[in-house]
């Protein structure tokens, strides 16, 4: 259940506010986004130097990386209370 706080924002009147627990969980997830990413950020960068068989492990490494941070977004977007599905670009 989740629990609303009113505030008044510019131009939007009253809306709720997001309270410090969820604030502070988003953030926390978006800490481990961030984690996930330095943890293979030089993989990917040096990924074309290496060796057929390294290679495509590193691959399944960074797939794995990317579903994990995938999910993470998701939750923080359900937290956010801004989840409609994936989103899909208009252009």
Known sequence: MR??????????GFVPAMDDDTAELIAQLCTRIGMIMEDVSDMALTLGKADAGHRAKSLRQLERASEQISRLVRAAL????????????SQ
């Open 78 to 89: 359900v937290l956010e209370g801004v989840d409609n599905g994936p989103e899909t670009d």
């Open 3 to 12: 629990s609303w706080i009113w505030t008044c924002q510019p131009g939007q």
